[in-house]
């Protein structure tokens, strides 16, 4: 690994912060989820009131990110804490304050700051009011909000990321772009048209950005999960191929070429489809896919796909594949408690694929396990997070020495626990155990779990050393 490269974590903000409606803060899409359970063992949700309290215990939480050698931090500004309603005519001074102290803090740390501008965060007034995203008034507000930003972090920020997992929008719609499928409206419809409506806010982000501060690094992130043929036959492999086009290249082949893919047309063509995008957003999409500098993207599994027998109408059969809710299961892995199958190698995979596709440096912001776990005296032994970590790290450099995939760092998810995407505690995921259950605070005090003495070492080698040899 070179010399420079960035080893470091990622942390949502909104579901770790807590503060609920503090010093201005509005309510956003995640405050106001109504979870629908992920299948696995059985949940427990909490609300976002204190979460894990990050907002009060950020530098503490930060001074253990320096103690373990993070060359880089990866964190979300909320955007209802900018723009409580989101349609605001100023943002709101003490949430800039606060993020602004946070760089500062990082920087002072020696932590290169690495910040997402939207990541379920959504102002919870822009979704009701406006539907999100699918409302194109959204996006000015989005633009908005993006300049206050820049305007307060220009020259301390380096590198900015235009949306968190852009592709899931129209899959989890209400918490990724605040929106919900209009009565009359079908669902491939709505897909075309949050799809592109998404790519106007990503392209206008980057604008904004490379505007007021010329001197940033820019880049749009996926939530990649590569799909593989569950077996060989020539139309699962068909449906394969359209499944990772439509799930997964999308958003990255708009961004980087500037226009809409032949494929992409052709699905709006087969369904009649007519998507309001006009030539001033062709215009914007176009310019800012010569402004992008990295690519982004989170990689927890991988998937597997097969097309659907009694199909025969071929519209039918794509929208089958491009909606499938089977959660077919790849019989050559293992899993987590909630049924995440580990893939080293699919990682390995899917930075050969998108480097040889783009041609792009890459950056991988997410990547981690959610664990049921106890602390016990003061201490959590997390072999199982150091296992999977120790093979995902050997799957990226052997993809950066031996592939020759230019990556600019690799971000653990995460540094502490917080809530997952779900609401829910019980899936832990920091290499910081953070003291609360799921219906009592406790005392949020921190505990250095086993994994953080082990990634602590992997970063001060340089991912040279990944034995499981701790101390604790």
Request: glycine content about 6%.
């Amino acid at each position: 690994m070179k010399k420079d490269f960035l080893w470091g974590a990622a942390l949502s903000n909104v579901q770790a912060e807590g503060g609920y409606l503090e010093d201005g803060k509005g309510l956003n899409v995640y405050d106001t989820l109504e979870v629908i359970p992920e299948p696995g063992i059985a949940p427990m949700f909490c609300d976002t009131a204190v979460a894990t309290d990050h907002y009060h215990h950020y530098k503490e939480d930060i001074n253990f990110m320096a103690e373990m050698g993070f060359k880089a931090y990866r964190f979300s500004i909320v955007w209802s804490r900018i723009h409580p309603m989101g349609d605001d005519e100023k943002p709101n001074k003490k949430g800039l304050d606060y993020y602004e102290d946070m760089v500062d803090y990082l920087l002072e740390k020696g932590i290169e700051p690495v910040v997402s501008l939207v990541h379920f965060d959504m102002p919870d007034h822009l979704a009701k009011e406006y539907n999100g995203f699918l409302n194109k008034k959204v996006i000015d507000f989005y633009a908005k909000h993006v300049e206050s930003v820049v305007e307060r972090l220009k020259g301390k920020v380096k590198y900015w990321i235009t949306y968190n997992e852009i592709n899931l929008a129209p899959f989890h719609s209400n918490l990724v772009a605040g929106a919900v499928c209009p009565e009359g409206m079908r669902q491939t419809e709505m897909y075309a048209q949050l799809t592109i409506n998404t790519e106007v806010a990503h392209a206008r982000a980057v604008e904004v950005i490379k505007r007021v501060d010329p001197q940033a690094k820019v880049g749009g992130m996926l939530g990649h999960a590569p799909f593989y043929p569950l077996t060989c036959k020539s139309e699962d492999i068909i449906a394969t191929d359209f499944k990772n086009k439509m799930h997964n290249y999308l958003p990255f082949d708009i961004m980087t070429s500037g226009r809409l893919p032949g494929y992409f047309k052709t699905f709006m063509k087969r369904r009649n489809i007519e998507p309001e995008f006009n030539e001033e957003e062709k215009k914007v999409i176009y310019e800012s896919s010569k402004k992008l500098d990295y690519l982004a993207f989170s990689y927890y599994r991988s998937n597997v796909m097969t097309s659907f027998e009694g199909i025969d109408d071929l519209v039918e059969l794509e929208d089958a594949i491009l909606f499938d809710t089977r959660g077919l299961k790849n019989p050559n892995y293992g899993a987590n408690e909630w049924g995440w199958q580990i893939d080293e190698e699919g990682l390995r995979y899917s930075l050969i694929d998108f480097y040889q596709r783009y041609e792009k440096p890459l950056f991988i912001v997410e990547n981690g396990i959610g664990i049921d776990e106890q602390m016990k005296d003061g201490k959590v032994y997390d072999d199982e997070r150091i296992d999977y970590y120790q093979r995902h790290v050997s799957s990226v450099k052997c993809a950066v020495d031996e592939d020759g995939v230019d990556l600019i760092g690799y971000l653990a998810w995460s540094p502490i626990d917080f809530l997952s995407s779900h609401k829910e505690i019980r899936k832990r995921y920091g290499f910081v155990y953070v003291n609360r259950d799921f219906d009592d605070l406790l005392d949020l005090k921190r505990y250095r779990k086993k994994s953080f003495y082990w990634y602590q070492k992997c970063i001060a080698t340089n991912g040279e050393n990944l034995e499981n040899n701790i101390e604790y």
